[in-house]
C-alpha cells in the first residue's frame, strides 16, 4: 500500500519531532540547488572549480560565501557565470549572516559587469519570473548597448514588475530610441500606477517633447493616482515645454487637491523658468502647509528673478524660520552666484553652527560654486577645527561630482553641469590629502576624503585607501554612514567600512566605475 502525505502532514510530523528543516527549503522552485560537479567549465581555474562546486552546496551559508569569494577574483570569477546565474533568485538564509546565496550572487554578477550580459540574456527565456525579474535590473546596470533591444521588448511584458524594472533601466541606461520612448509614452496607460510613475521619470529624463501631450493627459486625469499626476508634473517640468504651463498652473492652484501633487505641479512651473509662475510660487510660501511652502521655495530658484532670489534670501536669514524651509532656501540658491548670495551663504556656514541642517547646505552650495571665493571657503572647511565640519567637507567632495547629484540639491542637471569645472581645482586633492593624514583625525572622516580622493584620479589614492582598508570606524562616529554593493546605509557603534573594497576596486581602475 503506498502512503501519501501531503506538505501540510509533513510539516506537522516535523514539528512534532522538534526537526529542524533543511536550508534549502527557502530556495524559490525552480531553484533548488543539488550538490554535484556538473557544469564545472574546463577553463576555469582551481580556485574558481573548488567555488563553483561550493554554489550547489546543500548549505546556504557555502553557496553566499562562494558567491562572495567569486566576487573578489575579478575577471579569473568569469567561468563562474552561469553558477552564478542559478543562485539569482535563492534568498535562504546564510547562517546568522544579513545575506543570502542570491543577493551575493546579485552584488558579484553586477561587479562582474559586460562580461555577464550574453549569459544573462541566454538565461531569460527559460527564467523562473523573479530570476526574470532580477536579471533585467542586471541587464540595466550592466550598461552594455547590446541589451538596449531587449530591455525595450521588457517594457510591454506581461508581469507589471518586469515592466517596471525594464523602465528603470531603459531610464538609467539613458536609451533614448524613438522605439523606447513610444513604449514609455504607451505605459502612461498602464494599470499599475508604480510603473505609470517610472514611465513618466524616464520620459521627463529623455525630454522628448512628443511625450508632452500624453503626459498632459495624465496630470490632468482626475481618476489616475495622485503619485502618478505629481510624476507627470516633474516630468513636464523637467522637458521644459510651455505648453504644460496653463496646465500646471491649474494644478497648483486647486486648492483641493493634495499638497503633493500642488507642489510638483509648482516645482515644474519653477523649472520651465517662467517669470509668470513667480506670483502664485510666492503666494504659496503663504500657506499653511509646510510641504507646500517647501515646493515653493525649491521651484522659485531656478526661474532666476531678482525677486526670487530676495525672497530666497530673506527665508535662508530668517532663524525663527523652521530648518527645512531655509534648507530648501539655500539648495535653490545654487542658481544664482552674485556677491550678496556669496555672502550670505558664507555668514550662514561660518555663524549658524548649532543648526546643522543649515550649515550643511550652505557648505554644500560652496563646494559646487564656480566662484573661487565660495569653493575656497569650502576648501578651507577641510581644514577647520570643528572635526564635524572636516568630515562634512570631506562627504561633500566625494559626493557632488556629477551632475546625477542634481537632484541631492533640488536643482536641474543642466544647473549642476554649469558649475561643477570649479572641481578640477588642484587644491582640493591636497587638502583631501592634508585630512588623511591629520593626526588624531577620526577614521570615517580620512576614509571619506580617501574615496573622494579616488575620484579626483590622484595616483597617491590607492595606496592611501590599502591603508585605510577594514579600518574600523570608533563608537564616537556613530552613526556612521558607509556604502556597500547595494546601497547606502547607518550603522552605530563600530563598524567595518565595507565600501573600502569598493573603492579600492575604483582605485585600480583609475577611478572609473564603468570598466
Known amino acids: 500500500m503506498t502512503v501519501r502525505i501531503t506538505m501540510p502532514a509533513l510539516a506537522l ?83 546568522n549572516r544579513h545575506t543570502s546565496p542570491g543577493r551575493e550572487a546579485r552584488a558579484t554578477l553586477k561587479e562582474i559587469g559586460k562580461p ?35 530591455l525595450v521588448t521588457l517594457l510591454g511584458d506581461n508581469d507589471p514588475l518586469v515592466r517596471y524594472k525594464a523602465v528603470w533601466a531603459v531610464n538609467h541606461m539613458e536609451i533614448r530610441t524613438p522605439k523606447a520612448v513610444r513604449s514609455l509614452i504607451r505605459l502612461l496607460q498602464d494599470d499599475r500606477a508604480s510603473v505609470v510613475r517610472a514611465a513618466c521619470e524616464a520620459l521627463g529624463e529623455a525630454k522628448d517633447r512628443s511625450a508632452v501631450g500624453p503626459l498632459l493627459a495624465t496630470l490632468n486625469d482626475t481618476k489616475q493616482d495622485e503619485s502618478a499626476r505629481s510624476s507627470a508634473a516633474n516630468a513636464l ?10 496646465s500646471l498652473l491649474e494644478v497648483a492652484t486647486n486648492t483641493e487637491y493634495e499638497s503633493g501633487l500642488r507642489g510638483s505641479a509648482a516645482r515644474g512651473l519653477g523649472l520651465i523658468k517662467d517669470p509668470r509662475a513667480l506670483p502664485v510660487l510666492q503666494a504659496m510660501l ?29 527665508i535662508m536669514n530668517n532663524d525663527s524660520e523652521e530648518s527645512a524651509l531655509r534648507r530648501a532656501a539655500i539648495r535653490s540658491l545654487i542658481c544664482y552666484e552674485s556677491p550678496r548670495v556669496i555672502d550670505a551663504l558664507i555668514a550662514v556656514f561660518e555663524n549658524e553652527r548649532d543648526h546643522v541642517w543649515v550649515w550643511r547646505p550652505a557648505l554644500d552650495w560652496l563646494a559646487l560654486s564656480s566662484n573661487p571665493r565660495a569653493y575656497s571657503r569650502a576648501i578651507d572647511a577641510l581644514a577647520d577645527p570643528d572635526a564635524e565640519v572636516r568630515r562634512e567637507a570631506a562627504r561633500v567632495f566625494l559626493e557632488a ?32 590629502i592634508a585630512v588623511i593624514n591629520r593626526p588624531g583625525e577620526d577614521e570615517y572622516t580620512r ?3 580617501a574615496k573622494a580622493l579616488v575620484k579626483t584620479g590622484d595616483p597617491r589614492a590607492k595606496k592611501l585607501l590599502q591603508q585605510l582598508e577594514g579600518v574600523k570606524c570608533s563608537p564616537k562616529s556613530a552613526p556612521v554612514y558607509y556604502e556597500s554593493h547595494w546601497g547606502h546605509h547607518w550603522c552605530y557603534g563600530p563598524a567595518t567600512f565595507a565600501g573600502t573594497t569598493v573603492a579600492l576596486r575604483l582605485a585600480r581602475r583609475g577611478g572609473d566605475s564603468s570598466k
Do not use: Y
Request: charged residues 25%.
Open 237 to 246: 517640468g523637467q522637458i521644459a515645454d510651455h505648453r504644460a504651463f496653463d
Open 116 to 150: 555577464a550580459v550574453p549569459s544573462l540574456l541566454a538565461a531569460l527565456p527559460e527564467a523562473t519570473l523573479e530570476t526574470k525579474r532580477i536579471i533585467v535590473a542586471l541587464l540595466g546596470e550592466s550598461g552594455d548597448p547590446r541589451v538596449t533591444d531587449t
Open 401 to 432: 561630482k556629477t551632475s546625477q547629484d542634481a537632484g541631492v540639491l533640488g536643482v536641474n542637471a543642466e544647473d549642476m553641469a554649469r558649475i561643477l569645472p570649479a572641481h578640477k581645482d588642484p587644491r582640493i586633492r591636497d587638502a583631501l
Open 447 to 449: 576614509w571619506l576624503a
Open 13 to 95: 510530523i516535523v514539528s512534532v519531532l522538534g526537526c529542524e528543516p533543511s536550508d534549502t527549503a527557502g530556495i524559490p522552485q525552480g531553484s533548488q540547488v543539488k550538490p554535484g560537479k556538473q557544469g564545472v567549465p574546463a577553463d576555469a581555474s582551481p580556485a574558481v572549480k573548488r567555488l563553483i562546486e561550493k554554489t550547489s552546496s546543500s548549505v546556504a551559508e557555502e553557496r553566499a560565501s562562494a558567491a562572495e569569494e567569486l566576487r573578489e577574483l575579478g575577471d579569473e570569477a568569469h567561468p563562474a557565470i552561469v553558477a552564478l546565474i542559478r543562485l539569482l533568485d535563492d534568498e535562504s538564509k546564510a547562517g
Open 286 to 314: 503663504e500657506e499653511s502647509d509646510r510641504e507646500l511652502r517647501q515646493w515653493a521655495v525649491w521651484a522659485l530658484g531656478p526661474i532666476s528673478q531678482p525677486s526670487a532670489r530676495d525672497t530666497l534670501l530673506a
